[in-house]
């Protein structure tokens, strides 16, 4: 196929698992449908990876991460329009036709994007080849764990849908016997849990080993997977608490979309690796990420001693007054902490960086007061040393020799 035909086939398989994603959407806006109708957080990978993933295969077609990040966007594309389908089909639009196709086909497409983000994309990435001989035995095992899961899932003689209100007989003409699918998706499930262990130790090795724009291509997707990874952590957890207290629903919702976009950044991170587009910036990305973490966590837990800490000497936990003197505090304290936080994880993790701020700083300071230009010249080639340490240092001053 020539390059523009790759073109095309890549920028209409992702254009479809697109208008798809974007359909289910519109469903759930029309239906009303609560988050778990369209299985979080897929949107955001439905969204994201057939993007990013037709740019990748449009620009580089031999670079397998591009087909592989379109084939995990299709798999999250057909899950959240059937189950979004599906959900809209037994509420507000009974007049849709094949509500037990749509469920049946969300019962099982989720097992595609599931192989392929948690294993394959690990190994092939970011040239899109597999490292050695020895990972292609892992490559094909993915493909063989996909297809367990899928057919296991796919021939149970009864369909247990998210979206369905009940169980139902599975719409297919052939099935496996009743237990014998269960079985062999959960062995499909385990084997998947194991290769992802091992593609992450292989990944973690590589890392270790790199250098150079490897190291900063795999520090970019680490990033973005460990973003998606603690995104869902938080949701988790978030979901778990909202389970037991109706009345934190719209945390559940926003745990649920800061994770759908989290997934989704996994994408562009995989993007901006592969293509090596502002693929210097990651360290101030890690910096900035750890900084106002820290500080929105530091910011939370003085929130919460203050309301809860004062409020109960009070008796008052609700109380206006003491919510928003606490919420004064808070936007008061955050120029100082996030000042603090920056420097002090530039002291720990970017020590070269802080100590050349340090070192420009008090050039500056010195620089105000300073006549004597033999001295200045001194100072200037100093400063320059210490900070960007250059190979040679020449200073040309108007009117005078240098």
Known sequence: MTRRGTSVAAWTVGGLSLAVALGAFVLWAVTDAPLDSLSF??????????????????????????WVMLAIGAGA???????????????????????????????????????????????VFPEGEVPSRRWRVVVALSLVNLGLIAVGSALVPTVVSDVAPAPFPSPLPVTLPS?????????????????????????VR???????????????????YVAGVAALVVSAVIGTIAASQSTLE??????????????????VSVGIAVLRYRLYDVGRLV???????????VLVALYAALVVGIGTALGRTSSPVLIAGATLVVAGAAGPLRRRIQSLIDRRFSRRRYDAGRTLAEFG??????????????????????????????????????
């Not at 919702?253 to 994408?267: K, M, P, W």
């Not at 900035?288 to 929105?296: D, E, M, N, W």
């Open 179 to 203: 237990g014998v699918g269960e079985a062999v998706s959960t062995v499909g499930f385990l084997l998947g849990v194991i290769l992802m262990v091992i593609c992450v130790a292989g990944l």
């Open 41 to 66: 957080p897929d949107p955001g990978i439905a969204l994201a990876f057939p993007l990013v993933g037709a740019l990748i295969a449009s620009r580089r077609p031999e670079n397998s991460v591009g």
């Open 206 to 224: 590589r890392f270790r080993r790199s250098t150079g724009v490897l190291r900063l291509q795999l520090t970019w997707f680490t990033y973005g």
């Open 250 to 267: 719209a945390a559940d919702a926003v745990a649920s979309v800061a994770t759908a976009v989290a997934l989704g950044f996994i994408a």
């Open 365 to 402: 300071v010195r620089l105000r007061d300073e006549v004597d230009v033999d001295e200045l010249r001194r100072l200037l080639r100093q400063t320059a040393d210490a900070t960007v340490q250059p190979a040679r240092v020449m200073v040309w001053i108007r009117g005078m020799d240098s």
């Open 287 to 297: 910096n900035r990420t750890i900084v106002y973490a820290l500080l929105t966590a």
């Open 77 to 123: 594309a057909l899950e959240v329009g059937s189950g979004a389908y599906a959900y809209a089909a037994r509420t507000s639009l009974p007049e849709l036709p094949g509500v037990e196709w749509a469920a049946w086909l969300q019962s099982w497409a989720w097992s595609i994007g599931f192989v392929l983000l948690a294993n394959v994309l690990l190994v």
